[in-house]
């Protein structure tokens, strides 16, 4: 039975670290950090919860029940478990996540040096979905590819910049803005749920589970104990990461006190630090780090739809790599406004899936719980999507009215609501008779 050695585990906490980073973690601290001023501890800990905690709870709960999404979803029946999965498997991949890696890196990273015109965008994302594809046609030596060669490169880049902003700091810790004056701690909770790290967590379980088996492990046992030490190690990372970058944000008012957000914050920043190097530097960075988010991505995609249909990985994974670059070219101003409503209206799902499974010890029967909970948080969260898209014409005017429902969670008190009503009716219905 073969074991993971020191430096394979740390390898693949790497690698989950890397999966996890994207372009979209390092944008949002830094506004948010300065957006807090006085209170950015305070923010950053709220941060913490949804940006850390959520995906790191998804990994756990991925891992207990064998690293598919497939099982996770098992109490709300095959159809329904399927469709679910079907849906947060192509928004987070080649709808909108995937292709955001591309656009976002091409740019933070080459548009302020090639300029923002369709031609040098073409370009970038056929060199960046090339190199896409490239990994992802080998997924046994994902380990090997990121965790051991991209990972490190992109940790070196980060420490740089994290110890620039910790040390090298731009100026004193700035005013708090009005949002951040009466609860920074929510505020930076709702920050953190935009990064919708626990929806690209319910794709990476599989991801981390097949890179444990493809280095030649087979218990069940150590798949579940190193898929909960690599998202420990992961979580480790991005919590030093976003405090670096809070702090970053924090300091920065002097030198971006108009910025619009971390785009700006972190470019102002590094020039002022760094001039032209420090902007290569932060190319460099953003490139790697969505690079190997669409990695990622792509891998779990391939994975997942070739045990579904009847196609073979490569065949996937080279139709969403096409299917990604074709999105990409359309622009990232017209791919947000549309993936935004979407993924509000899954990420509550999400969110309340991993809660019941990790949770599944208390339910006599799982389906009696799971079933009515998810399909209220189905009903007001794809209300809360519509919120978002501007269609306030189709919500009845008493949902604006429930907490939270400003911060794209009206779906929270309803859903809390029906699981008090589901355990009582569970326990009253007893232990269902085996057949």
Request: charged letters at 10%; glycine letters at 10%; proline letters at 5%.
């Amino acid at each position: 039975m073969n074991r993971l050695k020191g430096f394979d585990l740390l390898a693949l906490g790497f690698m989950t670290f890397a999966l996890f980073l994207g372009a979209g973690n390092i944008i949002f601290p830094p506004s948010a950090g300065m957006a807090a001023g006085e209170f950015v501890w305070q923010a950053a800990l709220g941060f913490l919860f949804t940006g850390v905690g959520l995906p790191l709870l998804t990994v756990v709960a991925l891992a207990r029940v064998g690293g598919g999404m497939d099982r996770l979803t098992a109490p709300l029946g095959r159809v329904a478990g399927t469709l679910l999965a079907i849906a947060v498997y192509l928004a987070i991949g080649p709808l909108f996540a995937t292709p955001r890696t591309a656009v976002v890196s091409f740019e933070m990273g080459v548009a302020p040096f090639a300029g923002n015109s369709a031609a040098p965008l073409a370009l970038y994302t056929s060199l960046f979905f090339a190199a896409v594809l490239f990994l992802v046609l080998n997924p046994g030596r994902l380990v090997d590819s990121v965790g051991k060669f991209i990972t490190p490169v992109l940790l070196a880049a980060l420490l740089v910049l994290g110890g620039a902003a910790l040390f090298a700091p731009a100026g004193e810790i700035g005013a708090t803005a009005e949002t951040y004056q009466t609860n920074p701690l929510i505020k930076g909770f709702l920050e953190g749920y935009l990064t919708m790290d626990t929806l690209g967590a319910l794709v990476f379980g599989i991801v981390i589970a097949t890179a444990i088996r493809d280095k030649g492990v087979t218990d069940a046992g150590l798949v579940t104990r190193y898929s909960m030490t690599a998202g420990v190690i992961a979580a480790i990372g991005l919590s030093l990461v976003y405090l670096a970058l809070f702090y970053l944000g924090a300091t920065s008012q002097g030198i971006a006190g108009d910025a619009q957000n971390g785009v700006q914050i972190l470019t102002s920043y590094v020039q002022h630090t760094f001039g032209t190097p420090g902007s290569l530097l932060l190319a460099i960075v953003i490139t790697l780090a969505c690079l190997t988010t669409a990695v990622g991505l792509t891998v779990a995609c391939g994975e997942f739809f070739s045990a579904l249909l009847p196609v073979s990985y490569r065949s996937v994974v080279i139709l969403c790599a096409l299917f990604s670059l074709l999105v990409a070219n359309q622009g990232l101003t017209q791919l947000i406004s549309v993936s935004v409503p979407v993924l509000v209206g899954l990420y509550p799902l999400a969110i309340v899936l991993v809660a019941l499974s990790l949770l599944d010890r208390l339910w006599v029967s799982q389906a009696r719980v799971f079933m009515p909970v998810m399909a209220v948080t189905l009903v007001f969260g794809v209300t809360d999507g519509l919120a978002a898209a501007g269609f306030t014409q189709l919500i009845p005017q008493w949902f604006s009215s429930l907490p939270f429902a400003e911060q794209s969670m009206g779906w929270l008190l309803p859903a809390l609501g029906m699981l008090a009503v589901a355990v009582v009716v569970d326990r009253l219905l007893g232990k269902p008779q085996q057949a």
